[in-house]
């Protein structure tokens, strides 16, 4: 009888261990299926630092298209006169953008450049808004970037 008690003990283990198994997969294809899709070229909209403090690329230097080119693993942000690029990883809805290069060459208006340097470091998520507006978020709330998807590449 032993015998019998120890051998359901071990079954009901093996299918508890087994059973908690399925819900990890289930809880990976859930986070797959919201996996976020940012590949393309993004307007720069609005770069918001905090509630009373944020530069809009287009009012600030009027006639140049500032935007952020994303592929697979890499961004490159074109402004007015200089580049960013770096790699980033996208998780579900969290994205890491990774320290790259930057071109440093002096320009009559860098606002865009000084706004980007401050706030891309601390981007944690990306949040859609019908596949033409994009919102990358700081942790703190009041910071983000506002992009608006490109109807055709500029180049």
């Given at each position: 009888m032993k015998k019998v008690v120890s051998l359901l003990g071990v079954a009901v283990t093996l299918l508890t261990a087994c059973s908690g198994n399925n819900q990890k997969t289930e809880r990976l294809s859930d986070i797959e299926k919201k996996q976020v899709e940012i590949h393309g070229q993004w307007y720069?909209?609005?770069?918001v630092l905090s509630d009373s403090?944020?530069?809009?690329?287009?009012?600030?230097?009027?006639?140049s298209r500032q935007y952020i080119l994303l592929t697979d693993s890499t961004y490159s942000i074109i402004t007015n006169c200089n580049a960013i690029?770096?790699?980033?990883t996208l998780k579900g809805d969290s994205i890491c953008l990774s320290d790259g290069a930057m071109t440093e060459i002096?320009?009559?208006?860098?606002a865009t450049e000084d706004a980007l340097r401050k706030i891309l470091p601390h981007i944690v998520t990306v949040d859609m808004e019908n596949d033409s507006i994009m919102r990358l978020n700081c942790s703190v709330?009041?910071?983000?970037?506002?992009?608006?998807?490109?109807?055709?590449?500029?180049?």
């Open positions: 720069l909209e609005n770069i403090i944020n530069v809009r690329p287009s009012e600030e230097v009027p006639g690029s770096g790699n980033y002096a320009c009559d208006n860098m709330p009041s910071e983000y970037i506002v992009l608006r998807k490109a109807t055709t590449e500029v180049k």
